[in-house]
């Protein structure tokens, strides 16, 4: 592509490979001052502000004709399982052990590794589509995950899925799978995916095991990625086996630190807030997934936030969601408080995009989730035309309480063009082979 500024190029394929100094001209930002965004070659934004078009156009290898958009952060989904795309409406309208055990679980035991791939390439394209640039997975066959995102070109925290139920040879395994994976992403030397320790939940991996996740998390400086009190059930048992709270014994057994991203906590007292607040924990909040398995009680943020412990948000699998949509998780994160907090001040607009962005980017570690000079380029650019978005008296309600995925028109992710007014390249390809990838993996289950 030739140095010449070119709106119309922007349509070549060759766009979507590489990070482009670019230009991005007349956009509006959350606070409504509308300005133009510069950033380099490597993907740091320089320079944001009123006309700044003048000084920069020389710079720019691309122009981007921000106009009747409004910019925001890439979106962050700190909890799910990507490829379970391939499990959209497989098991619904069940409660979580017996979703697990009898529906789930079984038929997680005839993946392979290219379901896995298909199913997260399923994912990001879904994820880009609603403005996602970024996901902490926890799964199966992780390699073929990283394989997909390194070609979606997202930013990923990837761990293996640790289930033990006590048993020595399968911790083995599992951890052997794990050193494999963290070598696997660290010779692959792409900045924007990293490996982390996936131990499943304090119900699936006991004590003992779960020591040796945090010996290793600590060891590697690694993120440890957990389920946390997500249901009651959980924490009764819990404290009838260990005498503890689950969050006490993630914390007896160094699980607790500020490598910790645990997912759910609808189910923490307050003393458990205090010490996740004290840790440095994170959690990952996932509304949609906890009101469809019924866990029974939202997550306690008024004390988490008390606490200062960091909360970001996150939409969990496709099974029990059904969709990547972070717009629909914001929506839905801030009502949920509302309602059964019974508070209508609690979770404001405000909070839950930062959430959404800024949070979630602290959590996993990356120096991005807001527009600003010295940060990498993760934008997403909504349409202010589309009927969600009008009337504009407020873009953060907008942005948090009627947009949808679909407002999504341009996705940057460290620079990279990902999708550009709607086009993702070889989205056709992706949705015929997931989907014959689903349709193999039921016949799999159906043959034994
Ligand atoms: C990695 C394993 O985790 C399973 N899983 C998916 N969603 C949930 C959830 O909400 N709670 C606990 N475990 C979950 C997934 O199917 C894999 O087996
Ligand atoms: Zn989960």
């Given at each position: 592509m030739s140095k010449q500024p070119d709106t119309t190029s922007v349509k070549d394929l060759e766009l979507y490979t590489k990070t482009r100094s670019t230009l991005i001209t007349g956009t509006l930002l959350p606070d409504k001052r509308k300005v133009d965004i510069w950033y380099d070659e490597t993907g740091t934004?320089?320079?944001?502000?009123?006309?700044?078009?003048?000084?920069?156009?020389?710079?720019?290898?691309?122009?981007?004709?921000?106009?009747g958009t409004l910019a925001i952060p890439g979106l962050y989904n700190t909890h799910t399982h990507a490829a379970m795309t391939?499990?959209?409406?497989?098991?619904?309208?069940?409660?979580?052990?017996?979703?697990?055990?009898?529906?789930?679980?079984?038929?997680?035991?005839?993946?392979?590794?290219?379901?896995?791939?298909?199913?997260?390439?399923?994912?990001?394209?879904?994820?880009?589509?609603?403005?996602?640039?970024?996901?902490?997975?926890?799964?199966?066959f992780m390699k073929d995950t990283a394989r997909a995102v390194?070609?979606?070109?997202?930013?990923?925290?990837?761990?293996?899925?640790?289930?033990?139920?006590g048993d020595e040879a399968k911790l083995e395994q599992e951890m052997k799978a794990t050193e494999d994976l963290v070598r696997h992403i660290r010779s692959q030397n792409n900045p924007l995916i990293r490996p982390a320790i996936g131990p499943h939940a304090p119900y699936t991996v006991p004590p003992q095991h779960l020591e040796v996740c945090a010996e290793y998390s600590r060891n590697e400086d690694i993120i440890l990625h957990t389920h946390l009190a997500e249901t009651k059930q959980e924490v009764d048992d819990c404290q009838k086996t260990n005498g503890m709270s689950p969050a006490a014994l993630l914390d007896k057994t160094g699980c607790l630190s500020s490598r910790t991203v645990a997912a759910h906590g609808c189910w923490l007292t307050e003393d458990d807030c205090r010490l996740l607040g004290e840790r440095g924990a994170h959690i990952a909040h996932n509304p949609v997934s906890n009101m469809k398995l019924a866990t029974g009680r939202a997550?306690?943020?008024?004390?988490?936030?008390?606490?200062?412990?960091?909360?970001?948000?996150?939409?969990?699998?496709?099974?029990?969601?059904?969709?990547?949509?972070?717009?629909?998780?914001?929506?839905t994160a801030a009502i949920c408080q509302k309602f059964f907090w019974n508070?209508?001040?609690?979770?404001?607009?405000?909070?839950?995009?930062?959430?959404?962005?800024?949070?979630?980017?602290?959590?996993?570690?990356?120096?991005?989730?807001?527009?600003?000079?010295g940060l990498s380029a993760d934008i997403c650019l909504l349409s202010l035309n589309h009927p969600s978005m009008v009337p504009l008296h407020n873009p953060v309600s907008n942005v948090a309480y009627s947009a949808l995925g679909c407002t999504v028109q341009t996705v940057i992710c460290n620079g990279k063009i990902l999708m550009y007014e709607g086009y993702i390249p070889q989205e056709?390809?992706?949705?015929?082979?997931?989907?014959?990838?689903?349709?193999?993996?039921?016949d799999r289950a159906a043959r034994q």
């Open positions: 934004i320089r320079e944001i502000g009123p006309d700044i078009s003048h000084a920069h156009k020389g710079d720019a290898d691309i122009i981007i004709d921000g106009s391939l499990l959209r409406g497989y098991a619904d309208d069940m409660h979580l052990q017996q979703w697990l055990s009898e529906k789930i679980w079984p038929l997680e035991a005839h993946l392979t590794g290219d379901h896995v791939y298909w199913g997260t390439k399923l994912a990001c394209l879904e994820m880009i589509r609603s403005g996602t640039v970024a996901m902490n997975d926890m799964y199966f390194e070609e979606a070109g997202i930013r990923a925290v990837l761990c293996h899925g640790i289930i033990t139920f997550m306690p943020y008024h004390h988490l936030s008390e606490k200062k412990v960091n909360v970001s948000l996150g939409t969990d699998g496709c099974s029990s969601n059904n969709n990547l949509d972070m717009f629909e998780e914001m929506k508070s209508d001040t609690l979770l404001p607009a405000g909070e839950v995009l930062s959430m959404a962005t800024s949070s979630g980017a602290r959590a996993l570690g990356y120096s991005a989730g807001e527009i600003k000079p056709q390809e992706i949705i015929t082979g997931a989907s014959s990838s689903a349709t193999d993996l039921l």
